[in-house]
């Protein structure tokens, strides 16, 4: 069995940062991660690709990723990728699975650096092929260059979509049209955050730039757009939208890319037992963390988006602090010296969050966002629908928990990684309390799917060592 | 629905897509040469049988499964193409084979 | 919200809870159902729901027989088949060593005059169970065995109670019982009620109850652990076990593999947190992938483990309290407490309304448990 010091979940920005700074302070480290390349999903394949023609369409931002690639790679950490971390036991003990054989690996601290994923929206005919998210479709085109064939719709609110089709259009793809969900009156919410916000102005000019080329190019830009539907029998063949004044239309399309915001990955951070709280401003949890990003697992650090929503830029120095956190509290550097060491990257990472409340403020989900019709599917695995949900809350105050056992919603492979935030909603909603009384799935092992051969294998694992 | 910017050369590689031959690139997943290929579904549902095809490409979603050599239930989307591959799409419950 | 004044409290909304209360809200008593959290929470929410009369302690037998034609009939009781299947339950030997001890079982049953549990050979047993692993030789097989579902079981159970006048209130946990003349008086949340028939059906908390009566019963706990698959193509129908190792394998109506067997996790009944421990689940998994060579790259989904009451001889606590008069006890099942469901509530009905009861409740009584000497 593998014994380190510290085992790092994520080789983003936050993993690599992270193992970077520990090992500076000569802390044995492994970071495991679920891609087969480091870059987590900002710099995806960033290795390769930045280098390659696409890379220059992508983007500095993007590029930026490829000397901190480097840096990892010159760590000295250990790293294994394509491996999937299922559970952490107390101790800590982690199950990890890597090309079908699982074993366990001993570490005396963790950083969970497991990033965010998109919010799931649920709308009618979102699971028709040819839906899929912004996310998907960068991804698609920073590791395959990959673009969609025919003018595409866009759907959605925040900053991703309008990075992704600044970036579609100068690979040469063309845009249909892009629905544009930001409710009206945005501009005076964010009035209170602006003073700050402008402390991180290049991000400001930057989300303002986009719109100014998307502009130039005439895409169509269809503002406050309340509702959206995937209309299609075994695809997505068109989609229709209706504007908060009540403008309906239906427009052909072969792929709909769709985001409304992101949210941290807590499926790990539940499992474990550390401390959440819920965020009005982000409509989702984040977890509990002092200064050097520790949760209130003791040995438990979380640094990137998974310890809340802020970009790689903020995930590179939250990273930094968790790694100077554990050599801390290994003792390999003096608590004086990381507090030193610490300051500067405070300070760093304090602009980066100063935007937050600014962007938090103007892309705050619309409210239809969590209150999905009923014959909409909630579970996507389980194929349950809203409907089937709120049937559920009219008996008695069912948590989550009362409502997977008997709707099967959250029991299929994804484990309510898509529908967890929906049902929470739907029920706060139908029984008068706020989302955060509702509370979320209790989240149970393994956190990825393995296979029964897999945990068998561990026993021989088990007796070998 | 996708297409590749640029035709995979030097890194091409051939996959088989239920053993009809498909061009990919070392580097992508499998999810990524699936959205190029029709049918444009990849699985069906085992509740329902309805038609799905990956949406998040990065593996929290699940709705990429397919068979890749001989293996159901694989998150297409976290699996690099190889050459020689062989994928199935997934339709309903996944049988076994005694 | 009703008006009639309950004569009678079930403390647990579990199945043993719902089905004594249906019993006696049909015998023509006014019942009130009080649970902690919520109807199926714990044992009975968390249960592979085998339906199985092989291999029980012989106490048990002939209540488990009565039950499972009280299965077989089930539709007429609560409305819903719960989706009850008998394929058979099926205890395996895989190698010829593990024969004697199957054919020593059926010995013993044929002996006692039962005649549920049949060796049978191995081309039978390939003939049900195709799957199977070639290098199995043999069973004992309890034909009329099978399996249910059990949240279908706990939405039918509980629907028959509301139809038959049951009041179940979710969220109120009993805080206190005191006696009062002939009658008690129970606390939970801010309700209150005062009856002369109490009916303690509390699972793994179910001591706590009895002590607060002055019963004083020795009560374990057992964190079986549970694995969920994918949903498969149907793959078999039987429940199957294996001598020597800890297995239930079965599938589900959804198509998902259900496997247990008894392999422990741990579990706190206060904090109400239970922990899966997987180097011993591995074995389960490899029991799995041994006697079912199929499902070896079949993914596990979830996992988890229950929380329930386990007696020293692994025998329920059924029957009336021998200190408290007008409380009867209902738990302990032990693991294996699901098909016995539908005949204790009867039995329990049997007691409050006739004072007693024809089935062989003896090898039950709390007294057993109950020690004036020292412990042992």
């Not at chain 3, 009658?183 to 009620?193: N, Q, S, T, V």
């Not at chain 3, 021998?322 to 039995?347: D, R, T, Y």
Request: glycine share 10%; with cysteine.
């Amino acid at each position: 069995m593998t014994s380190v010091d510290l085992l790092i979940v994520g080789a983003g920005p936050a993993g690599m940062a992270a193992a970077i700074e520990a090992r500076r302070h000569g802390v044995d480290v492994l970071v495991v991660d679920d891609q087969p390349e480091p870059g987590g999903q900002i710099w995806r394949s960033v290795e390769t690709v930045a280098a390659a023609p696409r890379g220059a369409l992508l983007g500095k931002a993007y590029q930026a990723g490829k000397s901190v690639a480097e840096l990892f790679r010159a760590s000295g950490a250990k790293y294994e990728p394509g491996t999937q971390v299922w559970q952490i036991e107390p101790g800590f003990r982690a199950f990890v699975t890597r090309n079908r054989q699982a074993s366990t690996i001993q570490a005396k601290s963790i950083v969970l650096a497991t990033g965010a994923q998109e919010r799931p929206v649920p709308f009618p005919g979102w699971t028709l092929p040819g839906v899929l998210t912004v996310g998907a479709a960068q991804i698609l085109l920073k590791t395959s260059g990959q673009i969609p064939d025919k003018p595409v719709w866009v759907a959605g609110s925040g900053p991703l979509p309008l990075l992704y089709m600044v970036q579609l259009l100068r690979a040469g793809g063309r845009i249909a049209g892009y629905l544009d969900t930001t409710p009206p009156g945005r501009g005076r919410a964010t009035l209170p955050h602006l003073a700050k916000a402008l402390g991180a102005a290049g991000d400001l000019l930057k989300g303002i730039a986009w719109l100014g080329m998307l502009r130039r190019a005439k895409v169509r830009i269809v503002k406050h757009v309340a509702d959206i539907e995937a209309i299609g029998s075994e695809r997505i063949e068109a989609v229709r939208y209706r504007t908060r004044n009540g403008q309906e239309r239906t427009v052909p399309t072969e792929v709909l890319l769709v985001h409304e915001g992101v949210v941290p990955n807590i499926h790990a951070t539940l499992a474990l037992g550390c401390a959440v709280e819920w965020s009005e401003s982000q409509d989702c949890y984040v977890p509990v963390l002092n200064g050097w990003g520790e949760s209130s697992q003791s040995g438990i650090f979380l640094a990137g988006d998974g310890a809340g929503i802020a970009g790689a830029q903020a995930a590179v120095h939250r990273g930094t602090l968790a790694g100077l956190g554990v050599a801390m509290k290994l003792g390999r550097v003096s608590d004086r010296a990381a507090e030193e060491a610490a300051r500067p990257v405070r300070q760093k990472l304090a602009r980066e969050l100063a935007l937050r409340p600014f962007l938090d403020a103007l892309y705050k989900p619309r409210p239809e966002v969590f209150a999905p019709k009923d014959a909409t599917i909630v579970c996507r695995c389980e194929e349950v629908t809203a409907g089937d949900i709120r049937a559920m809350a009219a008996m008695g105050r069912p948590g989550p928990n009362q409502v997977k056992a008997f709707t099967r919603a959250g029991m299929g492979p994804c484990q309510g990684r898509q529908c967890g935030y929906t049902v929470t909603q739907i029920l706060a909603a139908a029984e008068g309390r706020p989302a955060k009384d509702v509370g979320f799935y209790r989240v149970r092992p393994p956190l990825k799917p393995v296979t029964l051969g897999e945990l068998a294998s561990l026993e021989q694992q088990e007796k070998a060592s | 629905m996708f297409r590749k910017l640029h035709e995979p050369s030097e890194r091409a590689v051939t996959v088989f897509i239920d053993g009809v031959p498909a061009r990919a690139e070392q580097g992508e997943s499998v999810a990524a040469v699936l959205l190029r290929e029709t049918p444009h579904w990849s699985r069906t549902t085992p509740v329902t049988q309805s038609k799905r095809a990956p949406y998040c490409m990065m593996g929290v979603c699940f709705e990429c499964l397919a068979i890749v050599d001989g293996v159901a239930s694989v998150q297409t989307c976290l699996t690099p193409v190889r050459d020689g591959m062989r994928i199935q799409r997934q339709t309903g419950k996944r049988s076994l084979s005694a | 919200m009703s008006r009639i004044i309950p004569d009678t409290v079930v403390i647990g909304g579990g199945l043993h809870g719902l089905s004594a209360a249906l019993h006696l809200a049909r015998a023509g008593r006014r019942v009130v159902i009080l649970e902690r959290s919520w109807v199926g929470r714990h044992a009975s929410g968390a249960t592979a729901a085998g339906v199985r009369t092989l291999g029980r302690d012989l106490a048990e037998v002939p209540i488990s027989l009565e039950s499972m034609d009280m299965w077989h009939r089930i539709e007429t009781i609560v409305g819903d088949n719960c989706g009850f299947h008998s394929y058979g339950q099926i205890r395996v030997a895989e190698f010829a060593e593990h024969l004697p001890i199957l054919e020593k079982r059926a010995s013993l049953i044929r002996q006692h005059g039962y005649s549920h549990e049949e060796i049978i050979d191995r081309s039978e047993l390939m003939r049900l169970v195709p799957a199977l692993s070639p290098h199995c030789v043999g069973a004992l097989v309890a034909r009329r065995d099978g399996a249910a579902d059990p949240h279908r079981t706990l939405r039918a159970f509980r629907r028959s109670c509301e139809a038959s006048g049951v009041v179940i209130h979710e969220g109120c946990g009993v805080t206190s019982i005191e006696q009062r003349g002939s009658d008690w008086h129970i606390r939970a949340g801010d309700k209150d009620y005062t009856v002369p028939v109490v009916v303690n059906a509390a699972g793994a908390w179910a001591a706590r109850l009895a002590a607060m009566v002055g019963d004083v019963i020795p009560l374990g706990l057992k964190a079986s652990m549970m694995i969920v698959t994918e949903r498969l193509a149907p793959l078999l129908n039987p429940v199957v076990g294996v001598v020597g190792r800890s297995l239930s394998f079965k599938q589900s109506d959804q198509g998902t593999l259900v496997i247990g067997g008894g392999l422990q996790g741990s579990a706190d009944i206060d904090t109400l947190k239970s922990t899966v421990n997987f180097v011993e689940l591995a074995k389960g998994a490899r029991a799995a992938t041994d006697l079912f060579p199929s499902v070896r790259d079949v993914r596990i989904t979830r996992t988890w483990a229950g929380m329930e009451a386990k007696t020293k001889d692994l025998l329920p606590v059924i029957g009336p309290s021998p200190n408290a008069p007008g409380v009867f006890h209902a738990f302990g099942f032990s693991g294996h407490g699901f098909q016995l469901v539908p005949v204790v509530g009867s039995i329990i009905a049997d007691l409050v309304v006739r004072g007693k009861t024809e089935r062989p409740i003896a090898p039950f009584s709390a007294e057993r448990l109950m020690s004036t000497r020292a412990a042992a």
